[in-house]
């Protein structure tokens, strides 16, 4: 069983552009949530979503990024207009539904700079 | 909010000694919490969990114990490895997991 895959690993922007991060969660599982870690600082909840659904999208700035998990395809993380701020690594982790759903799996991140 | 205090780093320790990494936490009624470790370059895996008060999560020789009364969750190991040097990562929650804000661990041969 593939573990969460996430792409690109490494993504290098300049200001003004879009970064699109793609996040294909464990097979099985339903829930998909998004973080982000900036240098030496801990991860910070971004946003949790099912199929098609976004279910708390509490730790998402409120310009500029948007998240889906489309019924087919994996979930995509986009954020328009990069600025400098934008640099850190955004992981994704997924967990199966049910009681397990406490446990998330997290994949190995995507590293973006911005230029 | 829910928050997570870890323990400073870096932590460095030589093979075979005794590893304590402190946490605790604030959190309105009894979350899960767990124990995340990320070696360098990778994401992170979950090195153990517990979800009540009195619970032990252990795992590859570490153990943590949910402490409601000192709303604690310190990690420990009895004899750490080279191979255990990485960054220790303490969380709690259920499906929005706050994170404390890691401690590096070197451990020298």
């Known amino acids: 069983n593939a573990g969460v895959m996430q792409n690109p690993r490494h993504l290098v922007r300049r200001r003004g552009q879009e970064a699109r991060l793609r996040c294909s969660p464990m097979?099985?599982?339903?829930?998909v949530y998004w973080y982000r870690q900036l240098p030496e600082e801990g991860l910070k909840f971004m946003v949790y979503?099912?199929?098609?659904?976004?279910?708390?999208e509490s730790g998402m700035p409120k310009e500029r990024f948007s998240a889906e998990f489309p019924k087919e395809g994996p979930s995509i993380l986009r954020i328009q207009q990069v600025v400098r701020g934008d640099s850190a690594a955004y992981f994704c982790?997924?967990?199966?539904?049910?009681?397990?759903?406490?446990?998330?799996?997290f994949g190995p991140g995507t590293r973006l700079t911005v230029l | 909010g829910d928050s997570v205090t870890q323990m400073e780093g870096p932590v460095t320790l030589s093979e075979e000694a005794f590893l304590t990494i402190n946490c605790t936490y604030t959190?309105?009624?009894?979350?899960?919490l767990f124990w995340y470790v990320q070696y360098p370059g990778e994401g992170l895996q979950l090195l153990l969990k517990?979800?009540?008060?009195?619970d032990k999560g252990s795992n590859k020789g570490f153990e943590a114990t949910y402490r409601k009364e000192t709303t604690s969750f310190h990690l420990e190991k009895g004899s750490v490895q080279v191979s255990d040097s990485a960054v220790y990562f303490c969380?709690?929650?259920?499906?929005?997991?706050?994170f404390g804000q890691g401690t590096r661990l070197t451990i020298n041969p």
């Open positions: 982790a997924s967990s199966p539904p049910g009681a397990s759903r406490d446990e998330q799996f």
């Open positions: 097979k099985g599982h339903s829930h």
């Open positions: 979503l099912q199929k098609e659904n976004i279910i708390d």
């Open positions: 959190a309105t009624g009894y979350p899960s």
């Open positions: 517990a979800t009540k008060a009195d």
């Open positions: 969380a709690l929650g259920a499906q929005k997991l706050v």
